[in-house]
């Protein structure tokens, strides 16, 4: 079982609707990250979460520490938000500290 | 503006060749990071450097090797013993004291004939 599982894997929206994008993790972590990947292939932070929740323009991320889960939301989307939306958790492993990255979920948002 | 530099963006090599895929920062960034990404995949690290002429291996070394002769450069070499080279590999950066990178590159994709 991956440590980091994002759902889903794809998704395809119309714009002006309003996105959700979970991520689910297994172990204890120190802080979760939500990156997005643009078609070209460059990554770009979104946000760093360690508790509760953060907005920033459209976008809102929370994350319950209890549950082990995150959820990325876009309002009202728009097309420029297509892209590959990446979650990555900051754990403890062989005694250092690792971001491990789950596999991602790809967005399209149609006009 | 200040950033990450990948080139090229995409790369050709035969099999059986090293192949040397280059990263600069001028973010003023003591850390920097190499993954790999493949399709259905999430990145894997592969080396990282948290300081000039010092590196570690991340979690799929094998078949790789970078150096860190200055700040701004980290440049990874896929060599030959790299049993399935062809992926995407993306550089990041951060600032000092962190393990986890701040800003990434565009990223270059490597093809093996």
């Known amino acids: 079982k991956n440590e980091v599982e994002q759902s889903p894997q794809n998704l395809t929206a119309q714009e002006g609707e309003f996105i959700t994008i979970n991520c689910s993790y297994s172990?204890?972590?120190?802080?979760l990250h939500w990156l997005q990947q643009h078609p070209g292939g460059g990554i770009v932070s979104l946000f760093m979460l360690s508790s509760g929740k953060k907005k920033h323009g459209r976008l809102i991320a929370t994350i319950n520490i209890q549950e082990k889960h995150s959820s990325l939301h876009i309002t009202a989307s728009h097309p420029r938000d297509s892209a590959v939306y990446i979650c990555?958790?900051?754990?403890?492993?062989?005694?250092?500290?690792?971001?491990?990255f789950g596999k991602g979920t790809k967005l399209t948002v149609n006009p | 503006d200040g950033g990450i530099t990948q080139s090229p963006k995409y790369l050709f090599r035969k099999e059986g060749q090293n192949v040397t895929l280059s990263c600069e920062q001028n973010?003023?960034?003591?850390?920097m990071y190499w993954y790999r990404q493949d399709p259905g995949q999430g990145l894997r690290l592969i080396y990282y450097s948290q300081i000039v002429n010092d590196f570690q291996k991340g979690d799929i070394a094998e078949g790789y090797s970078v150096s860190r002769e200055k700040k701004e450069s980290f440049p990874l070499t896929v060599t030959s013993a790299q049993k399935n080279p062809t992926a995407f590999y993306l550089c990041?950066?951060?600032?000092?004291?962190?393990?986890?990178?701040?800003?990434f590159g565009d990223g270059t994709r490597l093809s093996i004939l």
């Open positions: 973010l003023n960034h003591d850390a």
């Open positions: 990041a950066s951060s600032t000092g004291g962190r393990s986890w990178p701040q800003h």
């Open positions: 172990v204890g972590i120190s802080a």
């Open positions: 990555a958790v900051r754990m403890v492993r062989g005694g250092s500290e690792k971001l491990v």
